[in-house]
């Protein structure tokens, strides 16, 4: 079945580093791709998406690209701030978007 | 309403106790989605409307768990007879659009004692 596999955290960075959380899928059909944010102590927020191969998703500096070959939908940004730390979900949708499948979650601390 | 409310956002119940959760999604929206995180764990799909009728209710754990969906608005998750392994924090979200993703509300979290 369906499935997201992402890097399991916390992933603990200083600000301004680079940061990459890895996400991969399975997937029958064509998924639309997904990363949320939940804050703490807050529910969880679309951040970017992308809907078919080699989309790419951006949203407050981060990005994502529909890697079909691959099927990677790995979350970046250039430059992390205080204000990132949350933990990030990713997750596909099937393709009639009845049901989405989400990755266990990374955790993410950025530190002064 | 601007965003998914939920209610209660914390509830500590007895085992053996019935819950009942609350969910007013965004107006207008036609798709409602339950939820649950445990600790340390990813999101567990539970079920889905659209309008007031479930077509997937494959992610409910147990009979004693149930949902229902009125007037295409308010939804009710309801928990019989509450265990321990009940307790996690449950979320609702809904959608209008294919395609563009849910809004969440922040949840209820679930203590079973």
């Known amino acids: 079945g369906d499935s997201v596999t992402q890097m399991e955290g916390p992933v603990t960075l200083s600000e301004e580093a680079f940061l990459t959380i890895n996400c991969t899928y399975t997937a029958t059909g064509y998924p639309s791709l997904f990363w949320y944010v939940q804050y703490p102590g807050e529910g969880l927020q679309l951040l970017l998406k992308?809907?078919?191969?080699?989309d790419k998703g951006s949203n407050k500096g981060f990005e994502a690209t529909y890697r079909k070959e691959t099927t990677s939908f790995h979350l970046e940004k250039g430059s992390v701030q205080v204000s990132d730390s949350a933990v990030y979900f990713c997750?596909?949708?099937?393709?009639?978007?009845?049901?989405?499948?989400f990755g266990s979650g990374t955790k993410l601390n950025v530190k002064p | 309403g601007a965003g998914v409310s939920q209610s209660p956002s914390n509830k500590v119940t007895e085992k053996g106790k019935d819950v009942e959760l609350r969910c007013d999604p965004i107006?207008?929206?036609?798709?409602l989605y339950w939820y649950r995180q445990s600790l340390g764990q990813g999101l567990e799909f539970l079920i889905y409307?659209?309008?007031?009728?479930?077509?997937?209710k494959s992610g409910l754990p147990s009979d004693r768990f149930s949902a229902e969906r009125t007037g295409g608005s308010v939804s009710t998750l309801t928990i019989q007879r509450t265990q321990q392994e009940d307790s996690a924090v449950y979320l609702c979200?809904?959608?209008?659009?294919?395609?563009?993703?849910?809004?969440f509300g922040s949840g209820t979290r679930l203590t079973v004692v």
């Open positions: 997750a596909l949708s099937d393709p009639n978007f009845n049901k989405f499948y």
């Open positions: 992308a809907t078919k191969a080699d």
């Open positions: 409307f659209q309008g007031n009728s479930a077509p997937d």
């Open positions: 979200a809904s959608s209008d659009r294919v395609g563009y993703g849910y809004t």
């Open positions: 107006s207008g929206h036609t798709a």
